[in-house]
């Protein structure tokens, strides 16, 4: 079975310092995806990222970068110099096949509330 | 383009009633989700369809949850009879079916069983 644990509930930070949104996964599978969304206070879930299990490569998007260890098995997502609006809820989730496909249902952690002060 | 569009957005009923909840997905996209957060849990898979065909049930708690697809384009979910432990956010979810980076959502249906 699959399981997502984000250990953190909630996060404050002040504006412009940095955050670690930490993500730790467990699968039997060996070809499996990985992403996080991020819940703004209008609802809906925003997708960041996609990371496929084959591809163990940080990532960097501006001021968001995500950490994939197979060996640990983490995904970890850091914010550099935050700002008010990152303030969200934010969602790391798994998936066996791709969202494309059968069976592609994913499994999400619950969720981490990062609340960003100016 | 239009978004993931979900109605009602807010639900109130009481127990024992009768709650449809609706998803318009993507245009195109093959693949429909629905989920359910209960307060401070995680996000819960319910129900997959790939056009009107259910894929994947398995998440659906009981009987009293219905889904349905008809024609392929939009679903609804409908709750009879409500229970307390009903109350949550619904989300639906919609993908193209291959080649597909991201299932986008929508922005919830808040249901409250009362």
């Known amino acids: 079975a699959q399981k997502v644990t984000q250990a953190q509930t909630e996060i404050s930070v002040v504006e412009k310092e940095d955050v670690t949104l930490d993500c730790v996964y467990e699968?039997?599978?060996?070809?499996?995806?990985l992403f996080w969304y991020k819940q703004p206070p209008s609802g809906e879930l925003v997708f960041l990222i996609r990371?496929?299990?084959?591809?163990?490569q940080n990532e960097i998007s501006g001021r968001y970068s995500w950490n994939f260890q197979k060996s640990t098995s983490s995904f970890n997502f850091t914010i550099t110099a935050s700002q008010v609006v990152d303030s969200a809820v934010y969602f790391c989730?798994?998936?066996?096949?791709?969202?494309?496909?059968?069976?592609?249902?994913?499994?999400f952690g619950k969720g981490i509330t990062l609340s960003v002060r100016p | 383009e239009a978004g993931v569009t979900q109605f009602p957005s807010h639900s109130v009923i009481e127990k024992g009633q009768t709650v449809t909840l609706r998803c318009d997905p993507i245009?195109?996209?093959?693949?429909l989700y629905w989920y359910r957060r209960v307060m401070g849990k995680e996000i819960k898979f319910l129900l997959h369809?790939?056009?009107?065909?259910?894929?994947?049930e398995s998440g659906m708690p009981n009987n009293r949850f219905l889904a349905e697809r008809t024609g392929g384009t939009y679903s609804t979910l409908k709750v009879q009879p409500a229970e307390l432990e009903d109350s949550g956010v619904y989300f639906c979810?919609?993908?193209?079916?291959?080649?597909?980076?991201?299932?986008?959502f929508g922005q919830g249906t808040r249901l409250t069983v009362v």
């Open positions: 979810a919609s993908s193209q079916y291959r080649n597909s980076r991201e299932a986008f």
């Open positions: 699968t039997r599978d060996t070809t499996y995806y």
């Open positions: 990371r496929n299990s084959f591809d163990e």
């Open positions: 989730a798994l998936s066996e096949k791709d969202v494309g496909g059968a069976n592609s249902k994913l499994t």
């Open positions: 245009s195109g996209h093959d693949n």
């Open positions: 369809f790939v056009k009107e065909s259910k894929q994947d």
